[in-house]
């Protein structure tokens, strides 16, 4: 199959530790943008496969990069734990974003990373919600039963929230091996969000906004404008400084 070299941007987000790998990807992937629906739905298998290989052999490398780096515990960082790649294939320069945290290899631990990971992203989608879990669009994007690994009727585990399973029957096989790692979803409700400034929204652009931040300056209300796709990238890039504050919905 042919390949072609594309950036991959890693963001170790929480340490504040960034840096860029060149990895070789099936070229129908890059060039997706050019093919029909289907061709991009038979292309989704690939692109998995392309990209859990990728994340798992650049673990390594994240550790080394992040060195000396702690787990959110306390204890020293062992292992990484990171969201869905995002892709920028349709850019001048093709280039794919990757968000990755740290956590010392214990199992809650691991949990624990997913479920922060996944809260801030889902504060971002639905702020304001008072959701005690992630986004239920943002888990169906993001998991997979952790048995067969189908996608479609995904369930989520009621107490942890990062665990997925097609049916009860999935649920009760894995459970032997999900109860050593499963913790309760942190219970505080996500903050609310004031209403976008419309004086700061640009109605003649034609780029699609895929992020909010505030850019009230010091002293200042809050104040949020609506970012390209772009520009958040830009700032993921800039380090670990207001990732709490990213309001994040990649289209």
């Excluded at 790649?85 to 990757?98: E, G, I, S, T, W």
């Excluded at 996944?118 to 943002?138: A, C, E, H, K, W």
Aim: aromatic share 6%.
């Amino acid at each position: 199959m042919t390949t072609t070299p594309v950036r991959f941007d890693f963001l170790c987000y929480r340490v504040g530790v960034k840096f860029d790998e060149s990895y070789d990807i099936p070229l129908r992937i890059v060039r997706a943008g050019d093919h029909s629906d289907k061709e991009k739905t038979e292309n989704k298998p690939l692109w998995n496969a392309a990209m859990n290989t990728i994340m798992e052999h650049s673990g390594a490398t994240c550790l080394r990069r992040a060195s000396p780096a702690s787990c959110a515990c306390g204890l020293p960082a062992t292992a990484t734990e990171y969201l869905p790649p995002m892709p920028f294939l349709d850019a001048p320069k093709p280039h794919v974003v990757a968000i990755v945290d740290l956590f010392c290899g214990n199992l809650k631990c691991r949990t624990r990373t997913r479920q922060s990971m996944l809260q801030v992203i889902s504060r971002n989608r639905s702020p304001g919600s008072g959701l005690r879990g992630p986004d239920p669009g943002l888990f169906a994007e993001l998991m997979s039963c952790r048995v067969c690994k189908k996608r479609e009727g995904l369930r989520e585990c009621g107490v942890c929230h990062v665990a997925g399973y097609c049916g009860q029957e999935h649920q009760e096989e894995d459970w032997p091996n999900h109860k050593a790692e499963c913790t309760p979803w942190p219970t505080s409700t996500f903050d609310a969000r004031p209403p976008l400034d419309e004086a700061d929204a640009d109605s003649d652009t034609k780029v699609t906004y895929s992020a909010v931040f505030n850019v009230a300056g010091p002293g200042e209300p809050p104040r949020f404008r609506e970012i390209s796709r772009e520009e958040v990238v830009r700032r993921l890039l800039m380090g670990a400084a207001g990732m709490e504050e990213l309001e994040v919905e990649m289209k």
